[in-house]
């Protein structure tokens, strides 16, 4: 297993569509992903929605990644790369 | 009209917001958000094993509903619209909430409506206790879910996907779901008791050309399938059970205007429309959606006058990427053609990107518009390399929203040159772009001489323009009467701007609702005024009148609403010269109503 420190950066933080993306990504990878928040609050699968949006992460949020499986550096490479360009969205 | 005998049906009266125009009668049809009550049934073995292929049949069932609903919403309100129902999707494929749902099935041995709610509150609880309001909202989304699962379990098709040819959907509110499963082909016209001018049901009225009146209270729950209605949306009037004096009277005055008048206009021969006299008007064409498009061309409109960029954004205010906006305004300049479009910069304010800046107590008055891209930069930046970007393919002007005076003009036009230099060292094509600005507020008004110097041509937004010059809310009901478009005020105003800009030698734009109201187009002309932006489909009416009206009677009627002391004073002129000059244009149902204050 491997881990990663994520920032939420984008303004609205994880919202729906935000979340949508985050989940599709995860989605195409086999190793299992999840997310935490660093202050000790709720831990999600990265394949349910349901369960991203209830990290409440707002802009700013520290979470820790991790991924266990086969293809988990691609998975946090990945994951990694969406979270620094602020989920596509041209406000940061 | 047949009377339910168990109902007393006296005709009644709303007064709301027109906010999409046009006149129909038709039947009520009531729709709701289809919240279904769930009851719980105790299952044996086989039942439960039965429950569960049913579950799962429903989620299919959600699901192909649910695709259809995201293209059509991706086709009539374009892909930022659509996103939505991507998230939505994602929640019904969700394996945390199926297994939840199953795994109740089978332990308690419950019905899949059962353990569906019992999952779902579960759910919503867990969300009501988010601390950020934002992500507290987005409990709406599960139970919209939620909604479609239950109707699809009990296979009660949405109770709104077939309408009749007359129907006139009446809602206490429409959820953007609801919305974009209508059969909107078949809509005559949308009520709801919400709603202001930009909520979701006015924009989608406007983009079909439907009429749309909001803010009518409690018509819904006044209501019944197939009640008898009108809806007026120039007046903002719904007459529930019209006695057939109204019908009659109301079915004499718009009969004619109902749709041949687009059969007319087409038929009109090319060519710039002029008045008897020979004065050029040109008609340009409001637009927001790319369900709009069409009627661009269907209306003969002479391009694009009013692009309101701030449509492309999502409800939830992300703001797209640069590349993102060019796509959408390469499209704008391809449907505009060569008469050009004129992108206004996003006119947003707090209130549209809530959770980054929003709380502001008067967002009117606030940072909005102009100056909401002088603040934030970046926004601004994006946009106008987007449009800058896209000039290079097509003719596209810029107007700066809400500009207060020079300064704002001056602050625009440094970042549009910088960033027209900064592509240029990139290596990226950029096209002319003409620079306007919008005169809406009261201090432009005042001091349109000046800016008149430094802008190339002026907008009039005079639906703002009303509600800064008389410091009146038109969303407000209560201040409804003095909001009067022909207010003298408001017409020294029109005097002042087209004055000035002749001075400087550019033109005005008179954009915003009064213009698409034939008899204030007629007043509007005589003021000075030669060329419109509007809503599409009003594009027909205000020809015929226009071809038919002499400019000079015009000119002669408009100094005597100048001359006028009051609105009611204006009013009253308008409906005896006009009557008097052009019996065989307007009746006096079509001309501002006498209003007592």
């Known amino acids: 297993m491997i881990q990663k420190r994520l920032i939420v950066t984008n303004r609205l933080g994880l919202h729906a569509r935000a979340a949508a993306r985050l989940v599709h990504l995860a989605a195409r990878f086999k190793s299992n992903v999840s997310l935490q928040r660093v202050d000790g609050g709720a831990t999600a699968d990265a394949k349910s929605i349901l369960n991203v949006l209830m990290l409440a992460a707002t802009s700013g949020t520290e979470l820790s990644a991790s991924a266990e499986g086969i293809d988990e550096a691609e998975a946090l490479a990945a994951l990694s790369e969406l979270f620094s360009n602020g989920f596509g969205e041209t406000e940061k | 009209m047949t009377d339910q005998p168990k109902r007393n049906l006296v005709e009644e009266r709303w007064r709301g917001l027109g906010v999409s125009e046009g006149y129909v009668v038709g039947r009520v049809l009531r729709v709701d958000n289809g919240n279904r009550q769930v009851y719980r049934a105790a299952l044996n073995e086989v039942e439960t094993e039965r429950e569960l292929q049913r579950f799962q049949n429903a989620l299919n069932g959600a699901r192909r509903q649910l695709l259809d609903i995201k293209l059509k919403a991706e086709k009539e309100l374009g892909p930022e619209h659509a996103y939505l129902f991507d998230a939505h999707l994602l929640m019904l494929e969700d394996r945390n909430l199926r297994e939840r749902v199953e795994t109740y099935i089978v332990a308690e041995k419950a019905n899949a409506e059962w353990a569906l709610r019992v999952v779902t509150d579960d759910l919503l609880a867990a969300y009501s206790a988010v601390k950020d309001e934002y992500l507290r909202a987005r409990g709406s989304d599960i139970e919209d879910v939620a909604q479609r699962i239950l109707s699809a379990l009990t296979g009660t098709i949405p109770q709104y996907a077939n309408l009749t040819r007359d129907a006139v959907i009446v809602s206490a509110d429409l959820s953007p779901s609801a919305v974009a499963e209508l059969d909107l082909q078949h809509a005559r016209a949308i009520t709801t008791d919400a709603g202001g001018w930009t909520s979701h049901t006015a924009i989608i009225a406007r983009a079909l050309g439907i009429p749309a009146v909001v803010g009518l209270r409690d018509l819904y729950r006044r209501t019944r399938t197939g009640d008898t209605i009108i809806v007026n949306s120039y007046a903002g009037e719904i007459v529930l059970h019209p006695t057939s004096a109204t019908l009659e009277s109301y079915g004499k005055e718009f009969a004619p205007e109902r749709k041949p008048s687009g059969v007319s206009f087409t038929e009109r021969e090319t060519g710039p429309l002029r008045t008897v006299e020979g004065v050029a008007v040109t008609l340009r064409a409001n637009v927001e959606l790319p369900a709009e498009f069409a009627s661009v061309r269907q209306f003969r409109a002479s391009g694009i006058g009013l692009y309101r960029s701030e449509f492309l954004l999502s409800q939830e205010g992300v703001l797209l990427s640069e590349d993102e906006q060019y796509r959408a305004y390469l499209e704008v300049g391809r449907v505009a053609g060569a008469d050009g479009a004129t992108i206004r910069l996003f006119d947003l304010g707090g209130e549209q990107l809530h959770g980054g800046f929003g709380g502001e107590r008067n967002p009117a008055l606030g940072l909005r518009a102009i100056r909401f891209g002088l603040r934030h930069e970046d926004v601004l930046r994006t946009q106008v390399r987007a449009i800058l970007r896209a000039a290079a393919q097509g003719r596209l002007d810029i107007v700066l929203p809400m500009v207060s005076d020079l300064a704002d003009v001056r602050r625009a036009r440094v970042i549009i040159e910088q960033e027209r230099e900064r592509l240029g060292a990139e290596g990226k094509e950029t096209g002319v772009v003409k620079v306007g600005a919008m005169i809406e507020v009261p201090s432009a008004v005042i001091l349109a001489r000046t800016i008149a110097a430094e802008v190339d041509f002026f907008s009039l937004g005079t639906n703002d323009l009303v509600q800064y010059m008389l410091a009146v809310d038109r969303g407000n009901d209560d201040v409804s009467?003095?909001?009067?478009?022909?207010?003298?005020?408001?017409?020294?105003?029109?005097?002042?701007?087209?004055?000035?800009?002749?001075?400087?030698?550019?033109?005005?734009?008179?954009?915003?609702?009064?213009?698409?109201?034939?008899?204030?187009?007629?007043v509007l002309i005589g003021l000075g005024a030669t060329e419109f932006s509007m809503t599409p489909s009003a594009i027909p009416r205000v020809a015929r009148v226009v071809g038919a009206v002499k400019h000079s009677d015009a000119r002669k009627i408009a100094e005597l609403c100048l001359a006028c002391a009051t609105p009611d004073q204006v009013e009253q002129t308008v409906r005896e010269q006009f009557l008097e000059h052009w019996p065989q244009l307007f009746s006096l149902e079509s001309l501002p109503a006498a209003k007592p204050r």
């Open chain 2, 481 to 522: 009467d003095w909001f009067r478009s022909l207010h003298p005020a408001v017409l020294r105003s029109v005097v002042d701007v087209h004055d000035a800009a002749a001075a400087a030698s550019i033109r005005t734009v008179v954009c915003g609702e009064m213009a698409s109201t034939p008899a204030y187009a007629v």
